[in-house]
């Protein structure tokens, strides 16, 4: 046996202490085998390596020892919780500490297991190990083990004596974290009726302690972890009601405002958790006016000089509900912090003057305020002054306070205090940015003015009170950046609401128009965001004002207000561009993309865009901030071309906004940010290089007249970023390449109006997309690492000019060609969807879709795609096969060989096949099949379809038809099916008058026609029953006049409808009803006119009359009613003349039975009133 001197020197020490305490077990022949925990741990790989660890492993053996009747359980018990309390399990400080989850459930269990409720101070002990332990450690409970605590917690709020009970219940907070829907057992005693919470959180309850963490508890219940069920609706309303509860009373007299302040903030904790659940699910108007009120209260809790009478509810519009200043509180009502703070406030302003003219020196000061927010929470804000006319605006933030009349221990006290105010309001605008997320935007406008002022503050009246005070006064950076994220949320998707605003005519004196007031809205926005804008030091914050601007610029509609916001905006914002912090400049440039979408062209930008570089920076406001930070990036001579100096000169040249993006993508910035090490020169960083090139997209899609000039060097532009090794700025350069040619197809479309001459030439574009193809773009179609990349080039290839396509040289035709074949056999489904999409987009092309090879091939890539399984792919497929089935009918028209001849039956069996099945898939594979179903019953001729091989495949697709108008599919779907059945009826050699499909396919537009409540299904619809072309193709007497019938009475029913929206479509149905209705009146015979004349008879024949009328005429005949009566382009004599014709065709008709000569009298007569009405003035 070796001696303890023969043990090498390097070895530790093996102490007892390593050793790991085994639990003693009772001995029996039934026990299991013994096996050393150590052996286990070993194998497991997860020794002790640790002094938290080591700890943690004897204390749980000790625990596992000790035996509930022991003489000295009370003083082991009370060592080795001290022991584990005192130890720092914190994750975060020691990443190193590996504590198994079930191990510390197990020591918890154990534990409970031990403590006898008449050990309270042991009971107190071990809820505030359970806190310790499970929120440091993270702990995610079992089920079994929560409910064993959740039964233990429990019995001791009962049994236990009252001084015990808030360490208790701080341990069922922390038990209760993110388990409400788990502990559904024991809810009902926790927040039924008389539960222990509602006990506890009740406003009858004395000790704020005890109230705040029962709260604390209601929230964490209420806690959603990703991935698990949320807490039910019942159990979540009633914390929800408790917690708005809280919030909407005032603090008892008798109460520290410090632990008020405290409750309040738990409260709102547990409202946010609660409004972050989902869709809003607590109440109607009522509720969310109370919850909106509650909250506005609470987002100007401790600011000084805010003295109003805040409404219990707030009351959307057209019942607005305003705060009305209050008369002065008596003085015990007012804490005494709030008067000091007024008072530092009041010293400070009459030195803002003097002060003001350090500010630059004042830049260190400010940097540190910066880097410390917490210290900036404690400063006042600024009062409202009473009786003044106006206030100022000044940040209060930026004002010299001074706290010199307090001593050491108030100052502290009033710091604290401050600082739990700011965690209030910031709280209260947390549920604000909530209830904007959840609640349904058209609930949320009508309460915009209590949150955003209608106008600017004049005539001596005090500003209203609303999150642009917050913005411009609070002196925290991080509610002040809540507040910029409520206001954004508010804003966010708010187009259709502010589509509204206008103030381009002149003001009315009688009254203000909603428009007038909504755009004075918008402007005090823009006004009150500049403010802060210039005012803002904080990178973060400001980072946010310029996002809310950006939001702000996308739902404004500056066509309908007077010019100029933009133009101030957009010279305010020049300088951030060149800002230290990288955050601030993506959002710079977010806001310049904003800025050239908005209704893009907008004169007013194309004019900024169009200025020359240098007076954009001279006419507009520079911000007071640090110039250093703002300047760090100086345009210089290598980084831009040289500004133009006359406005020929900048008409000419390419916008300043083209120039900094590409420098910005493409040159090295001359300085290093804050941060970033020293060193050689780099290139920016990739965020603000991939935001550049978005708003070079932006640019492009909306302005490409202007940047047109510079389309070579755009070309090369894309031609570098597709070089470089990151896929982000690879994939931005693609989609900048696309939106480019996309620009120009528009352009040179048949109804663009852009003139000839101003134009981008045909010989430039070739020349583009030569360059283009011949470089790296080749490398970004075959990068199967990164099937987005792939995806969007193959877009890039789908947005070439047509004509451009033609004159590229054959192997480069070739090259596209074939590269899209290879790529709809990708295994990545975005890659082979946009590479049948753009094969649907070649088939159109003049030059391919004649050569018979490439639609062939086309054709089978798209078939083996419409049977793949991701629906995307089917869908893009369908679109392609409608594209192919269009190019078969242009070149039915155009080509000068017989295309039938040539056209494979077998590859157009299989065409129709698959649309067929197609039209029995999703609405979004579903709208295109049934479009190309009716290309190729159009297409096909009759040497086709009187061959057995078609006769089936027919049926069924006339049958797919039929069933699809018939359907409850979406509007989109029906639409096109009832198109598609018009063309089909276009096809002379299709047998209507015979085929056993068509009774069904005239029934299946005649009830929709009639009853279908879309108004475009029904144009449509009534567009397919006035197609065929012969009496024959209507069928029978009763197949004839249920056409007819059908059309009359929609014609008459033309006006009925409760949707707005299709009544602008009313007119547009009248006309194609009424076009139908004399196009059957021109076929009919003798036995059809008995039905004819009997619905033209009585109140049911004047309204028809009426209506064609009109028709006959040209009344009310807008762009619309052009649109949907296709094929009729007679003008109103043309009209008169066929009806005319009409007349002496009855006229001259036979009839072979008193009912059908009563018949064509009522109907001669019925139209020649109608002649004789056409003629009067």
Not at 90 to 118: F, G, K, T, Y
Not at 840 to 853: A, K, T
Not at 951 to 963: G, H, I, M, S
Not at 1140 to 1166: H, N, P, Y
């Amino acid at each position: 046996m070796a001696t303890p001197s023969a043990l090498p020197a390097s070895s530790a020490p093996f102490t007892r202490r390593d050793v790991p305490v085994f639990p003693s077990v009772p001995l029996s022949a039934d026990a299991a085998p013994f096996t050393p925990q150590g052996a286990d741990v070993w194998q497991r790989g997860t020794w002790p390596q640790t002094e938290a660890e080591r700890l943690f492993c004897r204390c749980a053996g000790k625990l596992r020892g000790l035996r509930a009747d022991s003489s000295h359980l009370r003083e082991e018990l009370n060592l080795l919780f001290d022991q584990l309390i005192s130890e720092n399990f914190n994750r975060n400080l020691e990443p190193s500490v590996n504590i198994r989850p079930e191990d510390v459930c197990i020591l918890l269990v154990n534990a409970s297991r031990l403590v006898p409720m008449s050990q309270e101070h042991l009971i107190v002990k071990l809820c505030k190990l359970v806190h310790h332990l499970l929120n440091q450690l993270k702990v995610i409970m079992d089920e079994q083990t929560l409910d064993i605590l959740l039964k233990y917690i429990t019995a001791g709020l009962e049994t236990c004596s009252t001084w015990t009970h808030l360490g208790i219940l701080q341990a069922l907070a922390t038990v209760v974290y993110g388990n409400g829907p788990q502990c559904h057992q024991h809810l009902d005693n926790l927040l039924g009726i008389g539960g222990i919470l509602l006990r506890y959180s009740s406003p009858s309850q004395p000790d704020m302690d005890l109230r705040h963490v029962a709260l604390t508890c209601m929230a964490n219940i209420c806690v959603r972890i990703s991935g698990q069920p949320p807490l039910d609706d019942r159990h979540k309303s009633v914390c929800f009601s408790v917690f708005l509860q809280t919030l909407q009373e005032d603090r008892p007299d008798d109460s520290d405002e410090l632990f008020y302040c405290i409750v309040i903030q738990a409260a709102l904790k547990g409202l946010h958790c609660c409004l972050l659940g989902g869709k809003w699910k607590f109440g109607g108007d009522e509720v969310v006016g109370s919850v909106l009120a509650a909250l506005k209260r609470l987002m100007f809790q401790g600011a000084p000089g805010v003295s109003v009478e805040w409404p219990a509810v707030l009351y959307p519009a057209p019942l607005p509900h305003y705060e009305s200043p209050s008369a002065p509180k008596p003085d015990h009502e007012a804490p005494k912090p709030t008067e000091a703070a007024k008072d530092g406030g009041g010293k400070a302003s009459g030195n803002k003057k003097r002060r003001s003219r350090g500010k630059v020196k004042k830049a260190s000061a400010e940097e540190s305020r910066r880097d410390d927010e917490d210290d900036s929470e404690t400063a006042a804000l600024a009062p409202h002054k009473k009786g003044s006319a106006t206030v100022s605006l000044y940040p209060s933030w930026k004002r010299n306070t001074s706290d010199s009349e307090f001593s050491d221990p108030e100052g502290s006290a009033q710091s604290k205090l401050r600082l739990s105010h700011a965690r209030v309001r910031q709280g209260a605008l947390h549920c604000l940015l909530a209830v904007v997320k959840w609640v349904e935007k058209r609930t949320l406008y009508g309460y915009w003015s209590s949150f955003i002022p209608e106008a600017p503050v004049g005539n001596g009246a005090a500003p209203p009170l609303t999150l642009l005070t917050i913005i411009l006064k609070d002196p925290s950076p991080k509610v002040r950046t809540c507040a910029l994220q409520a206001l954004s949320a508010m804003l966010d998707g708010s187009r259709q609401f502010l589509a509204v605003a206008e103030d381009t005519a002149s003001p009315r004196t009688s009254f203000t128009p909603f428009s007038f007031t909504l755009a004075a809205a918008v402007r005090e926005l823009h006004r009150s965001l500049s403010l802060a804008l210039m005012a803002e030091t904080s990178p973060h914050t400001l980072t946010q004002v310029i996002k809310c601007l950006a939001h702000l610029v996308s739902n404004a509609p500056y066509h309908r207000l007077r010019p100029g916001l933009l133009s101030s905006l957009w010279k305010q914002i020049r300088p951030y561009v060149r800002h230290r912090d990288a955050n601030v400049r993506v959002s710079a440039l977010t806001l310049y993309g904003a800025l050239v979408t908005t209704q893009a062209p907008l004169p007013e930008v194309q004019l900024l865009l169009q200025q020359p570089e240098g007076s954009s920076a001279s006419g507009g406001s520079f911000t007071p901030q640090d110039s250093r930070s703002l300047n760090w990036r100086q345009p210089s001579e290598t980084s831009s071309p040289r500004a133009p100096r006359t406005p020929k000169e900048a008409e000419g040249g390419p916008p300043w906004l083209l120039k900094l993006c590409a420098a910005l993508v493409t040159q090295p910035r001359e300085e290093q940010s804050d941060g970033e090490g020293v060193g050689g020169l780099a290139l920016e960083p990739s965020p603000v290089r991939l935001e550049a090139l978005q708003v070079l997209s932006h640019l492009v899609r909306g302005y490409i007249s202007l940047t047109q000039a510079c389309l070579c060097e755009i070309g090369r532009l894309t031609a570098r970023c597709l070089a470089e090794s990151d896929p982000s700025i690879q994939l931005h350069g693609a989609k900048l390449l696309e939106e480019l040619g996309t620009g120009i197809i528009q352009q040179h479309q048949a109804d663009s109006n852009v003139p000839e001459a101003t134009r981008v030439p045909l010989n430039q574009v070739v020349q583009f997309w030569t360059e283009v193809l011949s470089g790296p773009l080749n490398g970004a179609l075959q990068n199967q690492q990164h099937p987005t990349l792939q995806t969007s080039a193959c877009d890039t290839l789908a947005s070439i000019l047509p004509q451009a396509f033609a004159q590229l040289p054959d192997k480069m035709q070739l090259m596209c060609i074939t590269v899209l074949l290879g790529l709809t056999y990708s295994d990545s489904d975005l890659v082979k969807m946009a590479a049948v999409r753009a094969l649907g987009v070649y088939v159109l092309f003049p030059c391919l879709r004649e050569d018979l090879m490439f639609v062939a091939d086309t054709a089978n890539v798209i078939l083996a795609a419409l049977d793949d399984r991701s629906s995307n792919i089917r869908a893009k497929a369908a679109w392609s096969l409608g594209n192919l089935t269009d190019t078969l009918l242009v070149n039915m028209d155009c080509v000068e060989v017989d295309f039938h001849a040539e056209m494979s039956d077998m590859l157009l069996l299989k065409m129709l096949q698959a649309a067929t099945r197609a039209a029995a898939d999703k609405d979004k594979v579903k709208c295109n099949a049934v479009r190309a179903l009716g290309n190729l019953l159009h297409f096909l001729h009759e040497g086709q379809l009187s061959r057995a091989a078609f006769r089936q495949p027919l049926e069924d697709a006339v049958r797919a038809l039929v069933k699809t108008v018939q359907s409850v599919a979406t509007m989109k779907v029906r639409w096109n099916a009832c198109y598609a059945l018009g063309k089909a009826f276009k096809n002379p050699d299709l047998p209507l008058e015979s085929a056993c499909w068509s009774g069904d396919a005239l029934a299946a537009l005649c009830n929709v026609v009639a009853s279908c409540k879309n108004f475009k299904v029904r144009i449509k619809s009534a567009a397919a029953l006035a197609v065929p072309a012969h009496r024959r193709c209507y069928g029978d007497v009763e197949r004839f006049s249920r056409v007819w019938c059908s059309l009359a009475a929609a014609l008459r029913s033309s006006e009925d409808t409760s949707n707005f929206l299709e009544f602008r479509y009313s007119a547009s149905l009248r006309h194609t009803l009424s076009r139908a209705l004399l196009h059957l009146l021109r076929l009919g015979l003798a036995p059809d006119l008995p039905a004819i004349a009997a619905s033209l008879a009585g109140e049911e024949g004047s309204g028809v009359r009426e209506h064609l009328l009109k028709y006959l005429r040209a009344e009310g005949t807008t762009g619309e009613e052009k649109d949907a009566a296709v094929g009729d382009a007679l003008d109103p004599q043309q009209r008169v003349d066929s009806l005319q014709q009409t007349v002496q065709r009855l006229k001259a008709m036979e009839a072979d039975t008193e009912e059908q000569k009563s018949g064509k009298e009522v109907v001669i007569c019925f139209l020649e009133d109608l002649l004789k009405d056409c003629e009067k003035p």
